[in-house]
C-alpha cells in the first residue's frame, strides 16, 4: 500500500510557516479566531455544491439524526456575528462531495473570516493585503465583472440579451450544449471560465467585482444598481482563490432565496436540502453590517510553492487518505 | 439503454456523443466554487479515429455505447468481407471493408484478432501486435550482411511492405510488429 504522504516533508513544514503568518496577520489586527462546528443538522442549499453527510445515533437521538460536514463554516460564524462576536476568522477543513482533481479535494482547509463594518471594497483591500504579505505580489488588479467581459469578450452581462450571450459562445465554439441553454447564468460562466478566467489574473492578483444580481449567492445586492450583488472573487495565475460578499443580512430575502435554490433543485432532479433555521433566527436577531470572505488555503499554498497540484500541499489526498 | 454521468467519466469509457460510440482519452472538471462546474473530455470517436476535445456540464447523462471486445480467429476474406471466428463457440462474424481498414495487410490465416462489436457489428478489427508473414519479393542481398544497415523493401504474402535486413531472401518468414509497421526479427521454421 502506498502510505507515504502525497506532499513532501518540506512542503508540510511550510504549510506550517504559512499557517503561523496567517494568523500573525489576523492576530495583529485584532481579529478572533474561532472554532465552530464541522458537521450541522442543515447545509447549504447551493444547487452546484454536495454535501456530504453522516448519521448520529445516541440520547436523544435513538433513531438517528443526518448531520451534514460542512461546505463552509459561513453559517456557523454568522451565528456568531450575530450574537456580538465581532471581528472573527477561523482556519477549519471544508467538504465538498464530488470535488477531485488538480485544484480540488473533497476535504480541503479554508481560511474565512469576517469584519464588521467593512464594504466591498474594504474587503478586497484587506484580501489583497495578505496575498502581497503570503506570495509577495504586487497590489491587485480590479474590474468588475461588467468590465472583464466587456474588456475580453465585448459582451454586456448586465445588459445583453440572452440570445446575444449564445451568439457569442457559439461563435467560438464553446460547447454543445450552448445552442439550447436557457440559462443566461449558465452561459456567463462558461464563457467567464474558458475564456476570461485563462487571461486574467496571471501577473498580479485579480479581483473581479460586483458580480450580478442572479449570482449573488449569500451577497447583497447593490443598492444603486440592484443588477449586480457585492459579492467579489480573487483570482491569480489560473487559480480561483477567494470569494466574498457583503453580507446579506435581511432574514426574510435569505429565507427566499434558500428556497429558489430548493426549487431549482427540485427541478433539476436533486434532492431539497433542509433550510438552517437556526441561521435565519440569527439574522432575524440581527447581523451586524459587514463582510466576509473564504479563501482556499490549499491554493494559497500551491501559488507559494508552486505546486501543479493540490496534493503537493495536502499531507495525504482522497486517493490514499 | 444504460447511462452514466459526468462523475462517472474515466479514461477508457465508451460512451455515445453525437451519435457515435467514443471512447474517453482525458476527462478534466472545472468547478468554480459558485455556479455551474464543467467537464473539459477528449473523446476519441471509435469510428472515425477522430479526437474531439467536448466541454459539458458536469451533472449531464450519456449513453453508454454498446461497444465489446473480443478475441477471433480470421478465417478468410470472400472478396467482400473478412471472416472471423470464436474459436470456443464456432460463431463467425463478417466485417466489411471499412471496419477492416489498414488491418487488412496483417491478417493471418487462424490469427487472434481483436474484434470490436458496436451493437454487435464489427466496427474495429485490430491484428496482433505480432505476425509471421513469407517474404514473397525483394532485392537479392549479399549474404552474411548484419541487421543495423540500411536495408531494403521486401514484399509480404499479404502485400505489405516493411523494410527488412539486406540477408533477408524470398521465401523466408519474418516478424513484424503491427503497431509499427517495423521488421523485428528472422524466424527460422
Known amino acids: ?321 | 439503454m444504460a447511462t452514466v454521468s459526468t462523475n462517472e467519466f474515466k479514461n477508457g469509457l465508451k460512451l455515445m456523443f453525437d451519435g457515435e460510440p467514443s471512447t474517453i482519452v482525458e476527462n478534466e472538471t472545472v468547478k468554480p466554487g459558485k455556479g455551474q462546474a464543467f467537464n473539459r473530455v477528449k473523446i476519441r470517436k471509435l469510428i472515425s479515429g477522430k479526437v474531439l476535445e467536448k466541454t459539458i456540464k458536469s451533472g449531464e447523462t450519456f449513453d453508454v455505447a454498446d461497444v465489446l471486445e473480443c478475441d477471433l480467429a480470421y478465417l478468410y476474406c470472400d472478396g467482400e468481407f473478412w471472416h472471423f471466428m470464436n474459436n470456443e463457440t464456432f460463431e463467425q462474424i463478417a466485417a466489411e471493408e471499412k471496419a477492416v481498414g489498414d488491418a487488412v495487410k496483417w491478417l493471418v490465416e487462424q490469427d487472434e484478432c481483436i474484434i470490436t462489436l458496436f451493437n454487435g457489428n464489427p466496427i474495429i478489427v485490430t491484428p496482433p501486435n505480432f505476425v509471421e508473414l513469407e517474404v514473397t519479393e525483394t532485392d537479392p542481398g549479399l549474404k552474411g550482411d548484419t541487421a543495423g544497415t540500411g536495408g531494403k523493401p521486401a514484399t509480404l504474402s499479404t502485400g505489405a511492405v516493411v523494410r527488412v535486413p539486406l540477408f533477408i531472401q524470398i521465401g523466408e518468414t519474418i516478424k513484424v510488429d503491427t503497431r509499427t509497421g517495423e521488421y523485428v526479427s528472422r524466424v527460422s521454421k
Not at chain 1, 89 to 118: A, D, V
Not at chain 1, 256 to 277: H, K, W, Y
Open chain 1, 1 to 321: 500500500m502506498s502510505w507515504q504522504p502525497s506532499a513532501s516533508i518540506d512542503n508540510i513544514k511550510r504549510r506550517a510557516a504559512l499557517l503561523k503568518t496567517i494568523r500573525q496577520f489576523f492576530d495583529s489586527k485584532n481579529v478572533i479566531e474561532v472554532d465552530t462546528p464541522a458537521m450541522s443538522q442543515a447545509t447549504t442549499t447551493d444547487p452546484h455544491l454536495h454535501t456530504f453527510d453522516t448519521t448520529f445515533v445516541g440520547p436523544g437521538f435513538a433513531n438517528g439524526k443526518t448531520l451534514y460536514l460542512q461546505t463552509s463554516p459561513e453559517f456557523h460564524m454568522k451565528r456568531l456575528l450575530c450574537a456580538g462576536s465581532g471581528a472573527i476568522y477561523q482556519i477549519c477543513k471544508s467538504f465538498r462531495n464530488e470535488e477531485s482533481g488538480r485544484y480540488h479535494n473533497p476535504e480541503f482547509t479554508m481560511l474565512e473570516w469576517y469584519q464588521p463594518n467593512y464594504t466591498q471594497a474594504d474587503l478586497v483591500a484587506e484580501v489583497d493585503q495578505l496575498l502581497q504579505l503570503t506570495l509577495s505580489t504586487e497590489p491587485c488588479d480590479k474590474l468588475t465583472y461588467q468590465q472583464v467581459f466587456i474588456e475580453y469578450t465585448g459582451l454586456d452581462p448586465l445588459a445583453d440579451s440572452i440570445a446575444v450571450i449564445r451568439d457569442y459562445a457559439l461563435k467560438e465554439d464553446l460547447a454543445d450544449f450552448v445552442a439550447n441553454e436557457q440559462c443566461k447564468d449558465t452561459l456567463l460562466q462558461l464563457i467567464f471560465c474558458f475564456v476570461i478566467e485563462p487571461k486574467i489574473g496571471l501577473k498580479r492578483p485579480i479581483a473581479i467585482s460586483n458580480f450580478p444580481a442572479s449570482q449573488a449567492s449569500l451577497a447583497r445586492i447593490d443598492q444603486d444598481d440592484p443588477r449586480v450583488a457585492s459579492r467579489f472573487e480573487f483570482y491569480y495565475c489560473g487559480v480561483e482563490l477567494a470569494n466574498g460578499f457583503h453580507e446579506l443580512s435581511d432574514a426574510q430575502e435569505q429565507l427566499t432565496r434558500f428556497r429558489q435554490d430548493n426549487s431549482v433543485r427540485e427541478r433539476e432532479g436533486l434532492v431539497a436540502q433542509p433550510i438552517d433555521m437556526n441561521l435565519i433566527s440569527a439574522l432575524e436577531a440581527g447581523l451586524p453590517d459587514c463582510a466576509g470572505v473564504a479563501l482556499g488555503i490549499d491554493r494559497l499554498l500551491m501559488l507559494a510553492m508552486d505546486a501543479k497540484q493540490i496534493k503537493e500541499v495536502i499531507s495525504f489526498d482522497v486517493t490514499i487518505c
